[in-house]
């Protein structure tokens, strides 16, 4: 049973333009969500992480926006770049053990 | 640059020849995780260390071991490796459990 859904596989969008990165969870005890980022043949890098006290936090390009009710979490990249390009994770944190649980990933191309 | 290293960054080895994939760190943190990434998957958490407990994930095969001599160092020790071990393995870190974890570059394993 997955826990934390990416339900898009690959987004593609134009240099520029604003990529909008989906993520859905399940377990209501999840208090902390993380994005990461990975290249090709690299470990994930982090990217920016969101408590569920708030319901936004910015860093440069990147927002990540939860909606608790929903369940649901978004990383917004404005304007996106070339080298944006890469397998975007999302990880969420809180249940018994504090473990990271992960989604499936979604490849982002970001077209010149 | 306080970092996680991973060593080495490819290795080969044969069927059922016991291999060594080593992670040090230099960021003090606490909690060192081992976790294996087939292809475009999530990554799969095997086991972690919190300081010197050792904390095994419920399906990680027993042909996976860890050790961790040190707060800097741990090592993921496969056994009798089969084919279906190939993965890229991540080593990661957390100054404490349910923290952000920081990934090293990842050991891609080959079995042969």
């Known amino acids: 049973d997955q826990q934390v859904k990416q339900n898009s596989p690959s987004l593609s969008v134009q240099e520029g333009r604003i990529s909008i990165l989906n993520c859905d969870y399940t377990n209501s005890m999840f208090d902390y969500f993380l994005w990461y980022k990975k290249y090709p043949a690299e470990g994930p890098t982090f990217l920016i992480s969101?408590?569920?006290?708030?319901d936004k936090n910015e860093d440069g390009r990147f927002t990540v926006f939860l909606n608790k009710s929903a369940k649901h979490l978004s990383l917004h990249i404005v304007p996106s770049q070339p080298g944006d390009s890469a397998v975007y994770f999302c990880?969420?944190?809180?249940?018994?053990?504090?473990?990271?649980?992960f989604g499936g990933g979604t490849r982002l191309m970001v077209k010149p | 640059d306080a970092m996680v290293i991973q060593n080495p960054r490819y290795q080969v080895t044969q069927f059922g020849k016991p291999v060594t994939l080593s992670c040090s760190q230099t960021?003090?943190?606490?909690?060192m995780y081992w976790y294996q990434q087939k292809s475009s998957q999530a990554p799969k958490l095997l086991f972690h260390?919190?300081?010197?407990?050792?904390?095994n994930e419920a399906d990680t095969p027993d042909n996976f071991q860890s050790r961790r001599p040190n707060t800097s160092f741990c090592f993921l020790d496969i056994r009798s490796p089969g084919l279906g071990d190939a993965a890229m393995y991540l080593c990661?870190?957390?100054?404490?459990?349910?923290?952000?974890?920081?990934f090293g570059p990842g050991t891609r394993l080959l079995v042969l």
């Open positions: 260390y919190y300081d010197k407990d050792f904390n």
């Open positions: 960021l003090n943190h606490n909690v």
């Open positions: 990661a870190t957390s100054k404490d459990p349910g923290e952000t974890q920081y």
């Open positions: 990880a969420a944190s809180g249940d018994a053990g504090n473990m990271l649980t």
């Open positions: 969101i408590s569920s006290i708030k």
